[in-house]
């Protein structure tokens, strides 16, 4: 220890933060929405016990003709209130799992690159760029396809594809952290890199990134419904987009179906939107990844 | 005088397609290493379902007895030369049944792309002009709940209100079958076709439009340059569409090159709900029928014309922008 | 300096204007009772440190504040109280009877349309004229800021010109309907030493040729000792001493004016220095101290001045005001000079 030069990031505190978040309507909207959204998830093994999908009823009861089916039942007599509860689950697994794959590449290649500069810099954010040319949802389909559709594989694919937004985000951040007097300062004093990026660069990108994080949650939540909606889902497990599909089969009579569970994505990816709406009004960021 | 600055980036447009290209032949390269089996069971679907001469041709097309450099360097020479195999699912050439699917997905891109762009902007004119009124906050709600709708989901209560409720317009497909229709008649029989799909596809993008146009008027309107033509007496609505909309078109231009991934993956989506005859539909059935050849070409295809779409927002970017022209 | 054409009536007339901001709950005043008149054909110069209040009372007089501001008062232009109009009626007065250039030139045109286009709408928007009769009566304007080769300048967008040219742009925009009132807001603040001197002589010779009245805001005494008639001094949102440019430069009443005059860079030395070479800084709006603002960095400060703001009585003349209990003690500045904060 020596000298005293003692720098301190500013970071925003936790508690003003809370107070912020909840004084906008639109944040505490989200949270209710997710909330639910998540409760159900969490409630889905004691409400609906066995494997949402079984077939234990009579199929294409409309909502309300049976107490025990409150959303009826569908072609093969499931219960949609078990598969749209259970799904929950998976979605938001599957939307955070996916999301965290898409952090650690999305903040390791923009720290790398707004850090470093240089030839590192030219080649993290070219490799950026053809991720960002090719179509991400095809790509997506196409990763899934070669290997095969599971939980494990759905949610490489979409981390692996979900990044190049939040890399230039953060290169962007590290660019304007790394001049700023906090970083030089730390280099005068001899800091390791290592030391520097953990220490103050990436404590002072984490407003953007949470923001960032929670529209990347939605956009996977999104993707995988969409790949299951295709059939390319987990066919071991219940997922919202596999339902809309399987219900689209019966949409001229049946159209419940179909419609139930659309509205849970809607519900899910709407609170996470409406999370990071809130989030990026409270935490004063100007525009975060879109 | 706008020419140097269209040229250049035409350049720099072509030199990144190239790379582009490579590094879609690498990924794909990848992907079919990383599946698990063999490369050429993989690429032709499930092992049994494909006869031992087609295996044999995609070993040799491929080449997969030699070893990977070879094997990379082969597929990159093939990929650069467009030479993108054969599907014998389908039994035609990939680039040839791509090139037939690419007119549809063109036309259903472009009709729900104009339209999200004109009425999103529209919406995002409005809500910016009544920024924190109640106009404001019901556009905002409304393109928010847009964001949030899946697109597939839009597509099927689409159909399940104007198909099947109201009866209006077709479940899918382009054209009536077997009608004979020309000219006119058969113009209007696509359009008929074409209305809700472009609509569904259209919801998602509207939504963005909408927020991207709110938010850059609002930034355009801090500018000093409004506060000037306040000061020389120009009228509100004047200022807001001459002033601030033109200014404000600049990132939400720069965003529609961003977007036109995207697009290309929702249209996968739109034309399988509404049996539209385009590439995203094209990708669907190789994906049911695991044909991953002609998938892996329609991603490297649609890179590409992601790319020439970029080109073509740079050129319209120099005209919207005379900064740009410089040099 | 301009005598020949002012009229003795002020065309402007500015009475107790109070602005302030609504931040959360709370009303903050930033100007104070502000009051001072500006006849035709005359310069009066607002001068003051950055902060002072000066920009924000530049921006009453168009209706310019932004919207969490409140003004309060009694602006009369041409005899008639504009300050809180609103919409169409003081649309209508912006650009024909006052108008305002900026600091910034380099953000204060559109980048995306032509300069030709701006000063075109500037005349449009106020008058029925056909659009040849517009762009004549622009390519004179252009002309008469000293542009070069206006018919080529105006079909070009604003980034091929220099901060210079922009700014002489900006001027002719304002120019466009022959106001009555221009308010010159720090215009020549971002633009090179050889630069401002041009620009501030062309206001000058506009002047004497509209007979306009011109209330130019700065923070450099130098530029008002060559280009004002009459000066104002603000402190922290309140006027502290008034008088004729001759007279304040001659025999500064003030401390904090006679501290301007002594940190001013001698004629002919290039450097203009800022003047925040007096210690200690403007208390800002929520800390005002309850008597003279100036007293905390004052070094004739005795207990009186910290009681109750001193009232800004006239002395001589009726033009010449000071606000300050002790100015008559601190006679004859230049057998001994105050020393600020020392």
């Not at chain 1, 049976?66 to 599957?94: C, E």
């Not at chain 2, 997905?105 to 339209?115: N, Q």
């Not at chain 2, 000093?224 to 306040?230: G, H, Q």
């Not at chain 2, 994906?287 to 070409?297: P, S």
């Amino acid at each position: 220890m020596t000298g005293t030069l003692t720098i301190s990031a500013a970071r925003p505190r936790p508690a003003g933060l809370v107070a912020r978040l909840i004084r906008r309507p639109s944040a505490v909207v989200g949270l209710a929405l997710l909330g639910l959204v998540a409760g159900a998830g969490l409630a889905a093994p004691v409400l609906y016990p066995g494997d949402p999908l079984d077939m234990i009823g009579a199929p294409l009861q409309w909502p309300g003709m049976d107490p025990a089916f409150p959303l009826g039942t569908d072609m093969l007599g499931r219960d949609i209130a078990a598969g749209i509860t259970h799904g929950a689950r998976i979605s938001l697994m599957i939307g955070a799992v996916a999301t965290l794959v898409a952090l650690v590449i999305g903040v390791g290649i923009g720290a790398g690159a707004g850090y470093y500069g240089g030839r590192v810099e030219a080649a993290l954010m070219r490799l950026t760029e053809l991720f960002q040319t090719i179509p991400p949802f095809l790509f997506t389909l196409a990763i899934v396809a070669v290997l095969q559709p599971s939980i494990p594989t759905i949610v490489l694919a979409i981390g692996l594809t979900g990044w190049p937004g939040l890399a230039r985000l953060v290169r962007a951040e590290v660019l304007r952290l790394r001049d700023g007097e906090l970083v030089q300062a730390s280099i005068v004093i001899g800091a390791s890199d290592a030391r520097i990026i953990g220490l103050h660069i990436l404590p002072n990108v984490l407003a953007p990134v949470v923001v960032s994080a929670s529209i990347l949650v939605a956009n996977a939540i999104l993707t995988e419904s969409s790949l299951a909606f295709l059939g390319l889902g987990d066919p071991n497990v219940v997922s919202w987009g596999g339902m809309v599909g399987a219900g689209r089969e019966v949409i001229r009579t049946d159209w419940f179906v179909a419609a139930a569970p659309g509205l849970a994505i809607v519900a899910a990816v709407l609170a996470l939107n409406l999370l990071g709406d809130g989030l990026n009004d409270a935490l004063d960021l100007k525009r975060a990844l879109r | 005088m706008r020419m140097p600055a269209g040229g250049s980036a035409a350049i720099r447009r072509l030199a990144q397609m190239v790379s582009v290209v490579v590094g879609i032949a690498v990924v794909n390269f990848f992907l079919l290493h990383l599946a698990p089996g063999d490369a050429a069971q993989v690429l032709a679907g499930e092992a049994g379902s494909a006869t031992p001469e087609y295996i044999a041709a995609l070993r040799a097309q491929f080449g997969l007895d030699q070893p990977l450099g070879v094997q990379f360097a082969k597929y990159l020479a093939k990929v650069l030369t467009l030479d993108l195999g054969f599907s014998v699912r389908q039994g035609l050439p990939v680039a040839q049944l791509i090139l037939d699917r690419l007119g549809p997905t063109l036309l259903l891109m472009g009709a729900s792309l104009g339209f999200a762009v004109l009425a999103g902007g529209a919406l995002g004119f409005v809500a910016a002009r009544h920024a924190g009124r109640p106009l404001d906050t019901a556009i905002s709600a409304l393109a928010l709940l847009f964001y949030a709708t899946p697109v597939f989901w839009i597509g099927v209560m689409l159909i399940v209100v104007f198909s099947v409720w109201l009866d209006w317009l077709p479940v899918g497909g382009m054209a009536e079958i077997g009608t004979g229709r020309t000219g006119l008649a058969h113009l209007g029989d696509v359009l008929r076709h074409l209305v809700l799909p472009a609509l569904t596809l259209a919801l998602y993008y509207l939504a963005i439009y909408t927020r991207l146009t709110r938010a850059a008027m609002l930034e355009a309107y801090g500018q000093d340059y409004v506060r000037t033509a306040v000061a020389k007496g120009v009228r509100p609505r004047r200022i807001a569409y001459r002033h601030v909309l033109r200014n404000a078109l600049l990132p939400v231009v720069t965003q529609l090159g961003l977007q036109l991934g995207a697009i290309l993956g929702g249209a996968v989506l739109v034309e399988t709900v509404f049996a539209w005859p385009g590439l995203g539909r094209l990708a669907f059935e190789a994906l049911f029928q695991r044909d991953l050849n002609l998938l892996l070409g329609i991603l490297l295809c649609s890179s590409v014309v992601v790319v020439l779409a970029n080109l073509a927002v740079d050129l319209l970017y120099a005209v919207l922008d005379p900064r740009t022209a410089r040099a | 300096m301009s005598a020949e054409t002012r009229t003795g009536a002020p065309v402007l007339e500015v009475d107790d204007l109070r602005i302030s901001f609504r931040e959360r709950a709370a009303e903050r005043a930033a100007v104070h009772g502000l009051g001072f008149s500006v006849e035709a054909g005359e310069t009066l110069a607002i001068v003051g440190e950055s902060g002072c209040g000066k920009s924000l009372t530049a921006f009453a007089l168009l209706g310019l504040l932004p919207g969490n501001a409140r003004a309060s008062g009694r602006v009369r232009l041409e005899g008639r109280d504009i300050l809180g109009l609103e919409g169409e009626a003081m649309r209508r007065l912006r650009g024909t009877r006052i108008a305002m250039i900026f600091q910034e030139p380099m953000t204060a045109l559109n980048p995306v349309l032509t300069i030709g286009a701006q000063i075109v709408e500037a005349i449009r928007e106020h008058e029925a004229v056909s659009a040849a009769d517009a762009r004549t009566r622009t390519l004179s304007l252009l002309a008469r800021v000293r542009i070069p080769d206006p018919e080529r300048r105006f079909g070009e967008y604003p980034h091929r010109l220099s901060g210079g040219m922009r700014q002489r742009v900006v001027i002719a925009m304002a120019l466009a309907c022959a106001p009555a009132v221009l308010v010159a807001d720090e215009p020549t603040t971002a633009l090179d030493v050889t630069v401002q001197a041009e620009i501030l002589d062309l206001i000058d010779d506009l002047r004497r040729e509209t007979g306009m009245a011109v209330v130019l805001i700065t923070h450099d005494l130098g530029l008002v000792a060559e280009h004002a008639d009459r000066v104002l001094v603000m402190y922290a949102g309140r006027a502290v001493e008034a008088g004729s440019a001759a007279a304040l430069f001659a025999a500064p009443r003030h401390p904090y004016t006679r501290a301007l005059v002594a940190a001013r860079p001698r004629p002919g030395s290039a450097l203009r220095q800022r003047l925040v070479e007096i210690p200690g800084q403007v208390p800002p709006p929520g800390a005002m101290p309850p008597g003279c603002a100036f007293a905390p960095r004052c070094p004739a400060a005795e207990a009186p001045c910290r009681e109750t703001p001193p009232p800004l009585p006239s002395v001589g003349t009726a033009a010449e005001r000071v606000a300050c209990l002790r100015w008559k003690d601190l006679r004859a500045p230049d057998q001994s000079p105050v020393r600020l904060g020392a």
